[in-house]
């Protein structure tokens, strides 16, 4: 997951070196810590490092690491020779490594063959049953495949072990999104929440979720996740903002004709649909009377 | 026996579905189809326009609610209305037209009742660079008397037609050039409102 501020320093280093200004090992440790996914950019920019043998022993130990993103970014863009090169070189250095096991069993999956990396994962699985990027990949090959059950089975058994991991109880909720169960996508945002209260993204996931559900209890709830969201940031999130006038609206329609016990206050409203205004006015002009029409409707 | 209804999709429309695709080759995109009944054919629907609109959690309805706003007071005030959904699978295997389209497509059949929903075909699309062939990537589904999305024809047939029959040359012009890189969706617009989910400068 990656901030605002850490996609544009991304891009601006990853336009840097497109233009031929250098910098291209800085890019590739920035895209490992970030962890995205820019396979193209990776194999391109990788293999011109490794291919030239004065820019390779510069890196040192880190050679190593290079070949691995790369052979993983090759796998990503379907170029198996690649990959098979660079795994053969990493092979050759560390014979006995599980992590070059692990790159043969991403190759067998790249390739299509589930059942023969099923079968090497599991036997690395059984020296090291604690192997979270192993355990991973089996959820990866079960959603590959189609069998969405599955994965979601393999994952919820791996949260019960690593239930730190965040990434894991995100990539559950979107699964649960897709199937539209989300009363169970709406549990993974909680536990997130509850791990990691102050990250905008999970508060704003859970408003969604909750708008999706419906009904004025969740509206309710979901308005309230959608104002934390533009607490966390400082009032600069467009869909937290947009959040706050759909609830309002949605919240009065289904609360019509009923007693008027718990009146909503228009302010919170006013407030987000004049922030809107302001930041449309300033960076989508053409856009504000698309936008003024759209907080019209909804205040019906 | 009524007519059949058939779907004309002007290139513009179309190449900018295919692009999103592209861009967003490692998760599900769709996209919302902007037109009218031909006026001298009512038996014609035109697909003048497209917007694409998410490549994330696809099947969340508040930034599809402002999208579906947005998008049809800005057509509404060019006489064109929303006629149809686009969508791409996330695999590639996947050729089917899941549950999260078929909601969503219900939901235009509502206002539209000859609403097209469009499944992006993957072989299709594979071979595109190869072949020279003039029919669309796309498989054609629309609502039956039973209230199901059915396939029209045996590949869409000839219901649902490119209006330049050029448009797939064009389409392997661009993805050559990665013309992909340019599109801009709703999803994009709503992290940074700066970005123009009307692609206004992509085909210049």
Redesign the interface.
């Known amino acids: 997951m990656v901030s605002k501020t850490e996609e544009t320093q991304l891009n601006r280093l990853e336009n840097q070196v497109d233009n031929g200004g250098g910098g291209a090992w800085e890019y590739l440790c920035l895209v490992r810590k970030l962890k995205v996914r820019r396979s193209e950019k990776v194999l391109k920019y990788g293999l011109s490092i490794l291919n030239d043998p004065k820019k390779r022993s510069a890196l040192g130990p880190e050679e190593w690491t290079l070949y691995e993103q790369v052979a993983i970014a090759a796998m990503d863009c379907q170029c198996l020779d690649v990959t098979k090169d660079c795994i053969k070189v990493l092979q050759k250095k560390f014979p006995e490594s599980k992590r070059v096991g692990r790159l043969n069993g991403m190759l067998l999956e790249a390739k299509g063959s589930w059942a023969e990396a099923e079968k090497a994962y599991s036997s690395l699985l059984e020296d090291n049953s604690l192997d979270q990027v192993i355990h991973k990949r089996r959820v990866a090959m079960a959603k590959a495949q189609g069998n969405i059950s599955e994965a979601i089975e393999l994952l919820n058994k791996y949260l019960e072990i690593f239930m730190a991991d965040h990434d894991a109880w995100r990539e559950l909720a979107e699964i649960y999104v897709s199937l539209q169960m989300y009363k169970q996508a709406a549990f993974c945002y909680e536990e997130l929440i509850l791990s990691q209260p102050t990250v905008p993204l999970y508060h704003l996931a859970y408003a969604d979720v909750l708008y999706t559900l419906g009904g004025l209890e969740n509206l309710q709830i979901a308005k309230k996740y959608y104002a934390s969201t533009i607490d966390l940031t400082g009032g600069k999130n467009t869909r937290a903002l947009f959040g706050i006038c759909l609830c309002t609206s949605a919240i009065a329609q289904v609360s019509k004709g009923r007693n008027k016990e718990d009146k909503e206050s228009p302010e919170l409203q006013s407030l987000a649909a004049t922030a809107l205004e302001k930041d449309y006015k300033q960076r989508a002009a053409d856009k504000l009377s698309l936008l003024t029409s759209a907080l019209r409707s909804l205040k019906i | 026996m009524a007519a059949e209804l058939k779907y004309e999709i002007s290139q513009h429309a179309y190449i900018k579905l295919v692009l999103h695709a592209l861009k967003h080759n490692?998760t599900?995109v769709n996209g919302i189809l902007l037109g009218r009944v031909n006026p001298q054919n009512e038996n014609v629907v035109e697909i003048i326009d497209s917007v694409p609109l998410f490549h994330?959690?696809?099947?969340?309805?508040?930034?599809l609610?402002?999208a579906l706003?947005?998008v049809e007071?800005?057509y509404g005030s060019q006489g064109l209305g929303i006629v149809g959904y686009f969508h791409a699978n996330?695999?590639f295997?996947?050729a089917e037209l899941g549950?999260?389209a078929k909601?969503i497509g219900d939901h235009i059949f509502r206002y539209f009742p000859q609403a097209a929903l469009l499944l992006l075909d993957n072989k299709k699309l594979e071979a595109v660079p190869k072949g020279k062939g003039q029919s669309p990537l796309m498989q054609l589904y629309i609502r039956d008397t039973s209230k199901n999305w059915k396939l029209a024809g045996p590949d869409g047939g000839s219901r649902l037609v490119i209006k330049e029959p050029a448009a797939n040359v064009v389409l392997s012009d661009y993805i050559s050039s990665e013309k992909w890189q340019g599109i801009v969706d709703f999803d994009d617009h709503?992290?940074d409102?700066?970005k123009?989910w009307l692609n206004p400068e992509l085909f210049k």
């Open positions: 490692t599900a994330s959690n696809i099947a969340l309805l508040p930034p609610e402002i706003i947005m007071e800005h996330e695999r295997d996947d549950i999260v909601n709503l992290d409102i700066k123009d």
